[in-house]
């Protein structure tokens, strides 16, 4: 069965920091790029930070480039996602997602595999 189960979202304040975690089970993990994405209340669901699966290749939201960074490890078939200097606008839930191949394409309809979203809110 194939599995993305996404750990570490929550309430954090402006400002401050949080460490995403994404583990996957049931397939090929170094077949798949990884992306990590975020839907809002009335948004569209947007790439927020992908990665390829092993030349280390990476895309970026301009909203987050310099405060979040992604990397992964394709021997514990993790991929995180460091988040700092968190704003009230990085309040959504937040998915990541399987992509067949190397490139760390930013559209949601490029993924095949989906985890369940979990909910970060930045709020004082």
């Known amino acids: 069965e194939v599995q993305l189960q996404a750990s570490g979202g929550g309430l954090v304040q402006p400002g401050g920091s949080l460490r995403r975690s994404c583990l996957a089970s049931?397939?090929?993990?170094?077949?798949?790029?990884i992306g990590w994405f975020r839907q809002a209340p009335g948004k569209g669901r947007e790439g927020v930070s992908c990665?390829?699966?092993?030349?280390?290749?990476?895309y970026y939201h301009d909203s987050v480039r310099g405060r979040f960074t992604i990397s992964r490890d394709n021997v514990k078939n993790t991929v995180e996602l460091q988040m700092n200097s968190v704003k009230p606008e990085d309040t959504a839930v937040y998915y990541c997602?399987?992509?067949?191949?190397?490139?760390?394409?930013?559209?949601?309809?490029?993924?095949?595999?989906w985890g369940q979203g979990t909910q970060v809110t930045v709020s004082s």
């Open positions: 990665i390829s699966r092993s030349d280390g290749t990476t």
């Open positions: 049931g397939f090929t993990f170094d077949d798949y790029a």
């Open positions: 997602a399987g992509r067949l191949g190397n490139w760390p394409s930013s559209g949601a309809s490029d993924y095949v595999f």
